[in-house]
């Protein structure tokens, strides 16, 4: 069976090098940034676990406030 090819057109998107850790994410929820979450915790801000269960919402506030940090930097 020969399969077709097809194309999709996909909108412009942001991605980063890495993924996001839990003490980045933390880290955003302490600035005000990102929505606080029941599932992050004080030692949180020392991990470098990956960031789970992540919305299509809080990803874009964790986005936004990434690149605020380069900016500042």
């Given amino acids: 069976m020969q399969s077709r090819m097809e194309y999709l057109k996909v909108a412009p998107f942001a991605i980063d090098r890495t993924e996001v850790t839990r003490s980045l994410y933390a880290a955003c929820v302490a600035s005000g940034r990102c929505a606080p979450r029941g599932d992050l915790y004080p030692w ?13 919402r809080e990803a874009r506030e964790r986005m936004a406030f990434r690149h605020a940090l380069r900016r500042d930097a």
């Fill in 44 to 56: 949180d801000l020392l991990s470098s676990l990956p960031m789970t269960d992540v919305s299509w």
